[in-house]
């Protein structure tokens, strides 16, 4: 994960990337996928299950464009992966 904390938490914009390439760009609440954002798969077989819009409690609730929402949280996690390295050296 890149981006915004509160209390150890993903908190506010970022991006969580798991291990088999799955990524969810967009915005977190407490520790979960909450609000907008998108979430993307890295297997081709699965792209077509790629969803963007509205989450609830890691659930997409319903589908919407959110294209501003998706680029603000790719900012904010360079911008948190660049400051890991800065504090790294």
Do not use: P, W
């Amino acid at each position: 994960y890149d981006g915004e904390f509160n209390q150890g938490l993903y908190h506010g914009l970022g991006v969580f990337t798991r291990c088999d390439g799955m990524k969810y760009e967009g915005e977190f609440q407490d520790g979960k996928v909450y609000g907008f954002g998108c979430l993307k798969f890295s297997n081709k077989t699965q792209k077509s299950l790629n969803s963007e819009g509205f989450f609830e409690d890691n659930k997409l609730s319903r589908h919407e464009t959110c294209t501003d929402i998706i680029q603000k949280a790719i900012k904010i996690a360079e911008h948190a992966k660049a400051e890991q390295k800065t504090n790294q050296t």
